[in-house]
């Protein structure tokens, strides 16, 4: 049962002497991260998400020292921003709640809302309300899906009235592109799980109407914002492709997981002694959102989110540079414990590198045919964090 509300404590330490002065990160001290973190910091901030429970949470489940913690938690108020809350409590209401939509700076507005109306209604009348209203948006990646499933998961109110903030100031409209989808029309051809593969790799990446680097205002949302502007007639096209594959959209789903996995595979450059990744591809987010769209949304609305996302990751794989796909002969791997083992060790100075770890195995344990792909990403991972780059701009481009 969904908690109600969080009580508010009066905790005579901070959460960071907190996590300095406890090994484990129980439900009281996750409780109290949480609502300390509640309405200071905005979720995203320059394509920079707070991740700041997302990232504590992995790290304990991995076992990590009271100072590991410590230090991630620093690490990761770095990317945080504060929030602006205007000083009418009532700015946005049941009336007027659409007309702030993909507005980022109405961000703690819509979460002093969304705090009220689930406190009021419940978790099942909130999102019937205010979520599943909405066509699915694209907005941040799809992030705020990911953040709403972590929350449901863990039974954080605040979680969970944060990832409604998140997606409703984040709000990209998409429907006029998405009505260009075919219903499913219920005949099944054979599974094929390479199939969104074919469609990037074959297709996108050898169609030169999509040459041209699209730069936006130097963020990610932007440009994705101007892709689907300047090219949306052409993105239609390739959203009628998608439809007209005779897979039901779990089937659908399954293979936009196994693609998410090949581009995190895709996205990384090495030498002899650094790696680079794309952190839009290899960070996770395209298999964290096909993850929680599996968890989160209700069967009669599976294939309008299952659309949303490979429109999200057509745009990432576009807007990243299109990736080349090389099928090459697997290195000498290490086994997972070795490579996880070296992650975590140094996760903590790179916070960002625990949540792509997790998304692998996340995506390893439900679809175990992916096995040998997440082997290889681990074993990227664990070079990549010995002294790696994250890189914004999109590996793609330099290819």
């Known amino acids: 049962m969904l908690r109600q509300s969080v009580a508010q404590q009066q905790a005579p330490l901070s959460s960071l002497e907190y996590i300095q002065d406890n090994v484990s990160i129980d439900r009281s001290l996750l409780l109290d991260i949480v609502h300390e973190n509640h309405l200071l910091y905005h979720m995203e901030k320059r394509d920079r998400p707070n991740n700041i429970v997302r990232v504590l949470v992995n790290l304990h489940k991995f076992k990590a020292t009271k100072e590991q913690l410590a230090i991630a938690y620093e690490k990761t108020k770095l990317d945080v921003a504060p929030i602006h809350v205007t000083d009418s409590a009532n700015k946005i209401n049941e009336i007027n709640w659409t007309e702030f939509l993909g507005t980022s700076c109405s961000y703690g507005d819509y979460l002093v809302f969304f705090d009220k109306q689930l406190s009021a209604l419940g978790l099942e009348e909130t999102l019937d309300r205010y979520f599943y209203s909405l066509e699915p948006s694209v907005g941040s990646q799809m992030q705020p899906l990911v953040q709403l499933s972590f929350g449901i998961e863990r039974n954080l109110p605040e979680i969970i009235t944060q990832a409604l903030a998140y997606y409703a100031s984040s709000y990209l409209d998409v429907s006029a592109i998405l009505e260009y989808c075919q219903p499913y029309?219920?005949?099944?051809?054979?599974?094929?799980?390479?199939?969104?593969?074919?469609?990037?790799?074959?297709?996108?990446?050898?169609?030169?109407?999509?040459?041209?680097?699209?730069?936006?205002?130097?963020?990610?949302?932007?440009?994705?914002?101007?892709?689907?502007?300047?090219?949306?007639?052409?993105?239609?096209?390739?959203?009628?492709?998608?439809?007209?594959?005779?897979?039901?959209?779990?089937?659908?789903?399954?293979?936009?997981?196994?693609?998410?996995?090949?581009?995190?595979?895709?996205?990384?450059?090495?030498?002899?002694?650094?790696?680079?990744?794309?952190?839009?591809?290899?960070?996770?987010?395209?298999?964290?959102?096909?993850?929680?769209?599996?968890?989160?949304?209700?069967?009669d609305q599976l294939e309008s989110w299952v659309n949303a996302q490979f429109l999200s990751t057509l745009c990432t794989f576009v807007v990243q540079g299109r990736p080349m796909h090389v099928l090459s002969t697997p290195l000498a791997t290490k086994d997972w414990e070795s490579c996880t083992s070296t992650i975590v060790q140094n996760a903590f100075d790179n916070p960002k590198l625990i949540l792509a770890l997790d998304s692998v195995l996340n995506a390893r344990y439900q679809h175990p045919q992916l096995e040998p792909l997440c082997l290889e990403i681990v074993n990227t991972l664990a070079l990549f964090s010995s002294d790696g780059t994250w890189v914004k701009s999109g590996l793609g481009w330099t290819n």
């Open 185 to 299: 029309s219920g005949e099944n051809q054979a599974n094929n799980i390479q199939f969104v593969n074919g469609i990037l790799f074959d297709f996108i990446h050898a169609d030169q109407r999509f040459d041209g680097k699209i730069e936006g205002s130097n963020t990610f949302q932007s440009a994705v914002k101007l892709l689907l502007k300047s090219k949306s007639d052409l993105i239609k096209t390739y959203m009628s492709v998608w439809s007209s594959y005779s897979q039901s959209p779990q089937q659908k789903l399954d293979a936009l997981l196994y693609t998410a996995a090949t581009l995190a595979k895709a996205a990384s450059k090495q030498s002899a002694t650094h790696v680079e990744l794309d952190w839009f591809l290899a960070g996770g987010q395209l298999i964290d959102s096909a993850l929680a769209i599996q968890k989160v949304i209700r069967p």
